[in-house]
C-alpha cells in the first residue's frame, strides 16, 4: 500500500536518513514501497533534547532513520526509559513507557516515536501543574 504526503512549501523531510527539501510550493510524494520516513515537525536537532521524554524520543529517532546502528541508540534508549520509568508514578504514563519499549524491541520505530510523543503532553502537564 502506498503513502501520501503532502508536503509544505519549504518542509524538508528525512528519507532513510537522507534529508530532502521540498521546493516553493505544495507537493504531493507517493511512496510505492517501505522506507523510513519523517517529516520535519517529527525531527529533533540534538540541542533541543531538552527534557527526559525528548530524551527517549531522540534514541529512537535515531533508530528510525539509522537503523544499521540501531544497537548503539537502544543502549541510550533503555538508560532513559529506565530513568523516566523510575521516576514517574502515573499508571497511565508507565503503561506508555511499556508500549514504547516493546515497539522498540520489535523494531517498530515509527509507532515508538508517535506514542513517546504522547510522553511530551503528560511531562507539559506534570510540569504546568508544578509551576
Do not use: W
Amino acid at each position: 500500500m502506498a503513502l501520501k504526503i503532502s508536503l509544505k512549501p519549504n518542509e524538508k523531510f528525512v528519507v532513510n536518513g537522507a534529508v530532502i527539501a521540498n521546493g516553493e510550493r505544495r507537493a504531493s510524494l507517493v511512496i510505492q514501497n517501505k522506507v523510513s520516513i519523517l517529516r520535519e515537525k517529527d525531527i529533533i536537532q540534538e540541542k533541543d533534547v531538552t527534557s527526559p521524554a525528548k530524551r527517549i524520543y531522540f534514541p529512537i529517532m535515531l533508530s528510525y532513520i539509522d537503523p544499521d546502528n540501531a544497537g548503539t541508540y537502544y543502549d541510550e534508549f533503555t538508560t532513559r526509559m529506565t530513568e523516566f520509568m523510575e521516576a514517574v508514578e502515573d499508571p497511565e504514563a508507565l503503561q506508555k513507557c511499556l508500549a514504547i519499549s516493546a515497539d522498540v524491541m520489535n523494531g517498530h520505530y515509527y509507532r515508538a516515536l508517535m506514542a513517546c510523543k504522547l510522553l511530551f503532553k503528560f511531562e507539559e502537564d506534570r510540569l504546568a501543574y508544578v509551576a
